[in-house]
Structure formats: C-alpha cells, structure tokens
C-alpha cells in the first residue's frame, strides 16, 4: 500500500530528529542527487558537462535543490541556480557556490547574476532579454531540479517570481523537448493536502519525495503533476494512519473474498441486481458482466432487462430473493417509477438489514438522508455535484473536479455513505479518515458503461465479505478502492495501450483476479 501524509503529520515526524541533529537535508539532498544523476544517464549517457537548472524558492525545498546542485556541480555537472527570491537557503547556497555552481536571480530586477555569494558567472542576457534568457536556459537544460516550494505551500500556485519560472518552464516544454523535470518533494504549486492544482503549477517527469509520499501526489487534479513518484526515506516514523492510501498488487489478495474449501454459492454471498430498464438494457448486463466476471456466488437479477441479462448470462436467476449485497440504480432511467420503487426498496432493506448496496447513477436521487457506511454511492463529478446541490451545497461539476477530495468528504459527511468518486484518479471517503486514491485506469476506460461494470465488481466483492463489510465501516472504502484497482487493471489487460469497450473491461475481470489473489 502507498501511504501519504499531511504536511504537518510529516513535520512532527521530523522534529524529534532535527532536535537530535539528524542531517535531513543531506539525506533528502543526496537521495535528490542519486535521482537525477539516474536521469542524467538516461538522457545524457553521463553526468559530467550535463547541463541542469534548479529553480529555487524562498525555503528549505530550495535548500534541498541546491545542496543537490551542489552534489551534480562536484561530479562535473553545469549547474546553474535561479533564485526566486530575495533571500534562499544559505547553506544550500554556500553549498553550490562552493562546487563553482552558477546562480541567476530572477523577479523584478532579475535575471542580473546579482546572487548573493554567487561566483560572478552570471548567465549572459543573450536570447532576448531577461525572459529570453531564462528561456534559453530552461530549453538547454537537461534536467530541471524544481525546487519553488515543498510542503511550506499555502496553495493556489506558485505566485511571484517564481510563478514567472514555472510559466517559462510551462512555454519551453509546450514548445516541444525541452528539459526532463524532477519536482523536489512535490510539484511546486500543487495543494500538497488536498490535491489542487490551480495557478501555477510544475508539470514534473518525476518527483523525489522525502520521508513518505504526500496527499496531493496521490489525488487529482495534483497527481498528475507529480508525474512517477520516489519516496525516499529518511528515518521519519509516522503516525499509524495515513491521511490517504493507494492500493497496490500487494493488498488485493488479503482483501479479496476468496472461497475456502467449504465455498457454495450461498456462502460466497448472492448479489441483488436492480439496474437497467427498458431503455437502458445494457447497463443491467454490464453490472452483471462485471460482478459474474469477479466471482460472486449467484447473481439475482431485479427489473425489465430479464431477458437480455438471460441472453447474456444464463446463469442468473432472475426475480427477487435473499442476497448478502446489492447493485443498484445503473441505467435506471428517470422516468421508469416501477424499476425507480424497486431502488427505493432495496435501499431501505440494504439500511435496516444491515446488507451493503453500490448506490449508481438512478439511485443517488434516491438515497434517504442518512445511511450506513456500507452504503457506497459511486457518482462520477457531474452526478456528485447534482447530489450535492440536492442537499443544499451551491456546487457545478467543475468544483468536483477542482476539488474532488473535498467534494467527495462532503458527500460522506452530509449521507454517512462511503463514496467512490470515478475520474481518471478514482477517490474513496469513508468513515474515520479512511481515503484512498486509486490511478489505475488507461485514459481509454473513460466510456459508456465502464461505471456500469466498476459496479458489478465492486457488488461482488461487497456480496463476498458482506458481514465483515457492516461489522467494519470503514471496510467499504477499502473494497471500493481494491474494485477500483481491479477495473483500472481489468481495462489494460483487455487491450494494452489501446481503446476498450465495457464489456472487454468485464471479460479481462476474471484474470485480473487471478493474477492478485495469487500475487
Ligand atoms: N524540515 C526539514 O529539515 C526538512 C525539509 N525538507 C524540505 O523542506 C521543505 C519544506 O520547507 P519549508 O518549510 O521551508 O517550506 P517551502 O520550502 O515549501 O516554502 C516555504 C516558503 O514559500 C513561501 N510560499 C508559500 N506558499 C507560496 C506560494 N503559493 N507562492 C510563493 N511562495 C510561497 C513561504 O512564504 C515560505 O517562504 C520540504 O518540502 C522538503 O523539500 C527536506 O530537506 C527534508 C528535511
Ligand atoms: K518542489
């Protein structure tokens, strides 16, 4: 599991060993430097005469990036500094200057090769100017170290000067090539907490994270920025709960509901399926598709669509009976009150029977105020927002997607539901802290009906650990996150690479299982 941390759990960690003496920025700096010495073989074949710019700000990230700097500057790197502030990290600075690192101050008056206690070798003014300077810099770099801002960010971007170099860096790289970025600790810019990306923010190839990964590199829109993420450690011990965990292969096969010798079907858990109508068939064998695909017991099937889920499936019973779980409300259309009254029922039985239900698209306008954490709704942004609003909140799609974690807390706090929130970075909220953030899925599973599936998958796995999943509440939030994880990995396994339509997404379902439980 990758486990993040918020800013300040991260700090307390590093008190006790800053009081003690502990040289923690020399251990970030060198991890920095081993990292980007790595790139530099890779785009250079060497590090000696490779060319790398750190872009520095006002705090101890900047110190990082130049006591890196100064490391490349010793094995024969041209390394040169840009200072986006008055004053940087002395040390670091010292540092750089000694290994006869070059340093620019940009801003107001910069860039001037002004640095103070820099070596003299200022950066000629040549490409136009001051900006055409920096410019040229960035696209002969390399590798760019950014090192504006850590976890000392207030959000909202990089402002100042140093929001000018993210934008220069923004230009050179969308004119093509340019310079591999290797963010320091974060992306500079990003909500280091709760994964905005708004204002300006370092796009980064790789970022180099120190002592655990943070929130804002695991969640969207902020994830994206961070590009791959090393997490480097430096002797921190942190508190027993993360602020937000990743999934990874490793996890799956201890929470996975796999049958023991004894298994029949009734005891691998019987899944009520009340979705599609007249008009939306397909989304009744899609949640089939996928809950059959990840192993349920039996499948109970509950509306209009009978004959075509039959046609699919003739393994499904159809018409209602006992279940240990429900799937309701995929392609469940507005206007269908029969299949609409069946939802509202299954919900209510779900909440006093003590039975976990997937809540999708035509059963989130029917959620009653209050539910169970065993309750979990899946919106994507547009029907999250639409809930929200129903319940008073003043919320369009794109603040879902700006903030997808503090929309989906909020859609948590106000039902008492566990919610998955579907995007290209898949969120989950449950109760007692419990987030998880999971980018498995190739950009190609954004198409109609792959929600449909996720919900089969995740009702199965739901139907399969059933009794644990209402005796632990925040147990639903680690299952969406592990059906999630299954649907992002089944979409690749069905056509690496290239497009996939839902029902190839259910088909690769059974061998993405099995390669987790036997992992
Ligand atoms: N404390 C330590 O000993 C260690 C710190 N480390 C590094 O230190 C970083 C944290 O350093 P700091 O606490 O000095 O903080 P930062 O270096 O993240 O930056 C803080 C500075 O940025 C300014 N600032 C904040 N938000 C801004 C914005 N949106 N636009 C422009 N300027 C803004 C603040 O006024 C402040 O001067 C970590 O991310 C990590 O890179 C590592 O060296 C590991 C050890
Ligand atoms: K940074």
Redesign the pocket.
């Known amino acids: 599991m990758l486990l993040s941390f918020d800013p300040d759990d991260v700090?307390a960690a590093?008190r006790p060993l800053?009081a003690a003496g502990v040289p923690?920025?020399d251990?970030?700096?060198f991890a920095l430097a081993v990292h980007a010495g790595h790139v530099l073989r890779a785009v250079r074949g060497r590090v000696g005469g490779a060319h790398v710019v750190l872009l520095v700000?006002?705090?101890?990230?900047?110190?990082?990036a130049l006591h890196a700097g100064a490391r490349l500057a010793r094995r024969g790197a041209r390394v040169t500094a840009l200072l986006a502030?008055p004053q940087v990290h002395a040390g670091g600075l010292a540092a750089l200057t000694a290994a006869h690192g070059r340093t620019l101050r940009v801003g107001a008056d910069g860039p001037d090769g002004d640095a103070p206690a820099g070596d003299g070798r200022a950066a000629d003014a040549s490409g136009g100017g001051r900006g055409g300077a920096v410019a040229d810099l960035l696209a002969s770099a390399d590798v760019v170290l950014d090192?504006?801002?850590?976890?000392?960010?207030?959000?909202?971007?990089?402002?100042?000067a140093?929001?000018e170099l993210v934008d220069a860096l923004a230009r050179v790289r969308a004119a093509g090539g340019g310079p591999v970025v290797v963010a320091?600790?974060?992306p500079s810019?990003i909500g280091v907490a709760d994964g905005t990306a708004a204002g300006a923010v370092v796009r980064a190839d790789l970022t180099v994270t120190?002592?655990a990964a943070k929130p804002g590199l695991l969640l969207p829109p902020a994830a994206e920025a961070a590009g791959a993420v090393e997490t480097v450690d430096?002797g921190l011990t942190l508190p027993a709960r993360p602020a937000v965990a990743r999934l990874e292969t490793g996890d799956a096969a201890d929470l996975w509901p796999v049958p023991g010798g004894s298994a029949q079907k009734y005891s691998r858990g019987v899944l009520g399926v009340v979705a599609g109508s007249g008009a939306y068939p397909g989304a009744a064998v899609l949640s089939v598709s996928g809950a059959l695909g990840a192993g349920v017991g039996m499948v109970r099937y509950v509306g209009g669509a009978g004959p075509q889920v039959l046609a699919a499936h003739p393994e499904v019973v159809v018409g209602e009976g006992r279940v240990q779980a429900w799937v309701l409300g995929s392609g469940v259309a507005p206007d269908d009150e029969t299949q609409r009254d069946r939802v509202r029922a299954a919900l209510a039985h779900a909440v006093d029977h003590g039975e976990p239900a997937v809540a999708d698209a035509g059963a989130l306008d029917l959620l009653p105020e209050r539910v169970p954490a065993h309750v979990v709704l899946t919106p994507h942004a547009g029907e999250l927002a639409t809930l929200l609003r129903a319940r008073g909140d003043d919320v369009a799609r794109a603040d879902v997607e700006a903030a997808p974690l503090a929309h989906a807390r909020r859609a948590h706090d106000l039902t008492g539901a566990t919610v998955l929130l579907k995007g290209a970075v898949t969120v989950v909220v449950g109760p007692h802290g419990a987030v998880y953030a999971q980018g498995d899925a190739p950009a190609w599973l954004a198409t109609a009906g792959a929600g449909d599936v996720l919900g089969g998958v995740l009702g199965a796995v739901l139907a399969g650990r059933s009794a644990d999943a209402v005796a632990d509440p925040t147990l639903p939030a680690a299952l969406a996150a592990l059906a999630a994880l299954v649907h992002g990995r089944a979409a690749h396994a069905a056509n690496p690479g290239g497009p996939v339509a839902a029902s190839a997404v259910a088909a690769a379902v059974p061998g993405v299982v099995r390669a987790l439980v036997g992992a």
């Open positions: 700090r590093e800053l923690l920025m251990r970030a700096a700000g006002a705090g101890n990230n900047g110190g990082d502030a090192g504006l801002l850590g976890i000392g960010a207030r959000g909202g971007g990089v402002r100042g140093g929001g320091v600790d974060v810019g120190f002592g430096i």
